[in-house]
């Protein structure tokens, strides 16, 4: 590819609006075009990176028989009906009529269309196990959209679908994705991945994984256990407090005018958090009932494991003088407000704390929760926290880093072939449903994430494996013709070998040339230029700045072929 021919312009000044790096390189290098918000266009260069990330999924899945499908895009709301997820999921599901005034959406997610294709097929046990997976466009209407196409609306994802007829079996081929997804993120220039139990949200099922790229700008929380090597996304990690026996003070009611947060109560009573019972409230989605969560006063809520617990979607709560609840002054003790309450596992054997008082201005100094509230149940419902002890060895040890998210994986169990009907006879001439595992990858976010990872001040470092092409060769001062007829030599070479290059033949200068190179962050660069061709030579030198050597021309596509498949073949 001639770069004098390619569509897309490359520009110095990083964009306001990006926040992260790689979204910053990716606009500036002619990668992307924003379109609407969390919608982009793709231009050549990050076509052929998606490509090139496909063909590595796609051979990883075709490894362990997956079968290649594709489902539609726009789907029947009535199939999402029979799963029960068509009210179920808020509104990141994109909800549309046709013109014939029939109900549809647009897939986020495709468990339902899985399910419908396979279900006539797979009637009888000896079909099975067996996978499907596909690489389609998605749309899901996130709220906030953000960090170019780490987090989008519109995407293209790689789903796979599996089907057994025992959870061994299941349990068999989980890790075997488990290890196909190691494979992929290696050979896509992340080893560093790691893998994290994780919550299985809307998607359902008994365990999950997700594959976290750790970096500063993830939007992901992972709790990480460097003493025995737990690790989990905050969402799912068990938060474990420890609260010492102590004496147990009176129970008293003490005026505290105007203080309504937790650490204007707390300097008031000459207190700290962790010696307080907070409430946080919120209601549900369904029908706006009050829902008050009693957490100890230095944790956050987790509201995934809120909102798990309860069985659906819940928000912050709007407190009515109808609802009896007081603001800033709700405590445990004789509650009286129709509300569900709930009590975080921090509380257990809490004593002589503060909380509110269930009136104005006033709060509770020595309640122990064991004597005050003795029928309360506890749950884990808080965050655990950097510090905090390990839910697996027990140390206080847990760090919290952030990650992105590239890949996960989920044990779906019978929750979709049971609402949808999907049966199979066993051996027995027994009916029974088939059990599901799901495997995601998100293709573009993929790629940002490896440009995430690997990149410098001046563009992307991209790795052979999935460079846009492995070879950029900068032909300065193509007005000259010895270097041109060199240069043009060279680039046919190179292609006959089957080396993909992008050829400069721009007459620009030597700076701009060499500064869109590095926006082009492709592997191995050659520079024909007059100095080097008086001295006999080429520069041949990589994006990452471990080589830089001068190579006799009449050795450089030697040089540059053997660079090439050696990086290939780590």
């Known amino acids: 590819m001639k770069l004098s021919k390619l569509v897309g312009d490359r520009f110095k000044e990083r964009p306001s609006d990006c926040v992260i790096d790689s979204h910053a390189l990716m606009v500036r290098g002619g990668y992307m075009k924003y379109v609407a918000n969390g919608i982009y266009s793709q231009y050549m260069p990050l076509r052929r990176v998606c490509q090139k990330i496909e063909a590595i999924i796609r051979d990883e899945m075709d490894k362990i028989d997956g079968q290649e499908v594709q489902f539609p895009v726009a789907l029947p709301a009535s199939l999402w009906e029979e799963s029960g997820r068509y009210e179920s999921v808020g509104s990141e599901l994109l909800r549309f009529k046709d013109r014939n005034g029939s109900k549809m959406v647009l897939g986020m997610t495709h468990e339902e269309a899985a399910v419908q294709l396979v279900r006539e097929y797979g009637q009888t046990y000896a079909k099975y196990p067996f996978m499907i997976y596909q690489f389609q466009t998605k749309f899901r209407d996130e709220a906030r959209p953000r960090a170019g196409l780490i987090r989008v609306r519109e995407f293209t994802m790689k789903d796979a679908y599996s089907f057994h007829t025992s959870q061994e079996d299941l349990e068999e081929y989980y890790d075997k994705c488990y290890h196909a997804y190691e494979r992929i993120f290696a050979r896509a220039g992340i080893p560093e991945t790691i893998a994290v139990a994780s919550d299985s949200g809307m998607m359902g099922g008994s365990l999950s994984h997700e594959f976290m790229l750790l970096t500063p700008v993830g939007e992901d929380s992972i709790a990480v256990c460097p003493e025995c090597g737990y690790k989990a996304n905050v969402e799912a990690a068990e938060n474990i407090v420890e609260n010492e026996a102590e004496e147990y003070q009176e129970l008293k009611l003490v005026s505290t005018p105007n203080m309504h947060t937790i650490e204007e109560v707390c300097e008031f009573l000459n207190s700290s958090a962790e010696k307080s019972c907070k409430a946080v409230v919120y209601q549900k989605n369904s029908n706006d009932e009050y829902v008050v969560l009693f957490i100890r006063g230095d944790l956050e809520a987790n509201e995934t494991k809120l909102t798990n617990f309860l069985k659906e979607e819940i928000h912050p709560a709007e ?11 709700i405590g445990p003790y004789k509650m009286d407000a129709n509300v569900t309450v709930l009590y975080d596992s921090s509380l257990k054997g809490g004593c002589n704390l503060c909380c509110g008082g269930n009136q104005d201005d ?150 701009v040339m060499f500064s869109d190179a590095d926006l082009m962050g492709i592997p191995v660069r050659i520079i024909a230029s007059p100095r080097n061709m008086k001295e006999g030579c080429c520069e041949v030198v990589t994006r990452d700045k471990s080589v830089r050597e001068k190579v006799a021309l009449e050795d450089v596509f030697a040089t540059v072929q053997k660079m090439v498949q050696e990086a290939l073949a780590r």
């Not at 407190?319 to 002054?329: A, M």
């Not at 100094?365 to 005050?372: A, F, K, P, S």
């Open 362 to 511: 006033y709060h509770y100094t020595g309640l122990c929760m064991e004597r005050d509230l003795p029928d309360a149940e506890y749950h884990d419902f808080a965050k655990i926290v950097d510090g905090g002890i390990c839910p697996c060895c027990k140390k206080k040890a847990i760090k919290v880093s952030r990650g992105i998210e590239v890949g996960n994986i989920f044990q779906l169990g019978t929750k979709y072939t049971k609402s949808m009907g999907m049966k199979y006879l066993d051996k027995d001439s027994k009916e029974k449903y088939p059990i599901m595992g799901c495997y995601g990858i998100g293709v573009g976010r993929l790629a940002a994430s490896v440009c995430e990872a690997h990149h410098d001040e001046y563009g992307p470092i991209w790795p052979m494996t999935i460079a846009p092409w492995q070879v950029h060769l900068c032909c300065v001062r193509p007005d000259n013709e010895e270097i041109k007829n060199y240069s043009d030599g060279l680039y046919e070479q190179l292609q006959n070998a089957g080396i993909e290059v992008l050829y400069d033949d721009r007459k620009v200068s030597a700076g």
């Open 319 to 329: 407190i009515t003088l109808e609802s009896g609840l007081h603001p800033g002054f």
